[in-house]
C-alpha cells in the first residue's frame, strides 16, 4: 500500500513531537558551534507545521508537503529555514500530483530535496551542514527503491545518522560554524543531528 496525504499529515505530526522532544539537544549542539537557536527554531516551525495542519489537510503528498514548505520558510528562521523550507518544497514539486506514493517516489523526493538545499546552500558533501546527513541519505534511498517506502525510509534514516555522526571530525565550511574554523571540529552539527532526526521518524511513521 502507498503513502497518502493523510500519511504525509501524520509523519509530519510525529515530526512536530520529535523536534520538540529534541529541541534542548538542538539547542546545545548549536550553542557549541553556533547561536544556540537551532532547536528552537526548528521546534517554532514544526509547531507551525502542526497548526496548519489542524486547519486543513491537502489532497495530495505533494500539497501537504508544499503547506509545509511555506510555513518553514516563514516560522523557523535563520539559516535553517529557508534550507528546509526549500527541501519539503522541492519534493513537493518532485511529486507533482501523485495520490499515492511508493518507495521509489520517496526516493526521488529525497534526491529533489537534497538538490533544493544545495542549490541553496550551496554547501557540499563534507562541510559539516545538513547536507552531510542528506547524501547519503539520498544514496540509501536510492539503493532500496524498489522496496516499500517503510524500507526506503529505513534505509535512509541509518544512512542519515551515520552521515550525522561524521560531521564531528569535520570543519565547518558553511553556515555559522565556520566562522569558528579549526574549533568546530569535535561537534556534531545541529542541522545534521536535526534532518537525521527527521527521516529517521518518517521513517518510523511509514512502518
Ligand atoms: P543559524 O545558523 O542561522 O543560526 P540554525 O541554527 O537554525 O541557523 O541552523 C544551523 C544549521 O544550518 C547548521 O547546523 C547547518 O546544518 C545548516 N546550514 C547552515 N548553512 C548551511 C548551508 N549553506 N547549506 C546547508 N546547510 C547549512
Ligand atoms: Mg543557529
Redesign the pocket.
Known sequence: MGCTATDIAAALRAAATVVDEHRDELVE??RE???G??GE??KRGFTAVLSTLDTAVPETPGAVLKVAATTLISK??????P?YGTAFLRAATALGDRSELDGADVAMALRAALEG??A????EQA?????DALIPAVAAAEAAKGGSVAEVLAAAADAAEEGANSTVDLVAR????SYLGERSAGHL????R??ALLVRCFAEAAK
Do not use: C, F
Open positions: 549542539l548549536d558551534i553556533g547561536d537557536d537551532h527554531n526548528m523557523v528562521g535563520g539559516a535553517a529555514g534550507l538545499v544545495q541553496r546552500g550551496k554547501a562541510d559539516k551542514t545538513m547536507v558553511k553556515g555559522r560554524a552539527d545541529p542541522g545534521a536535526s534532518t
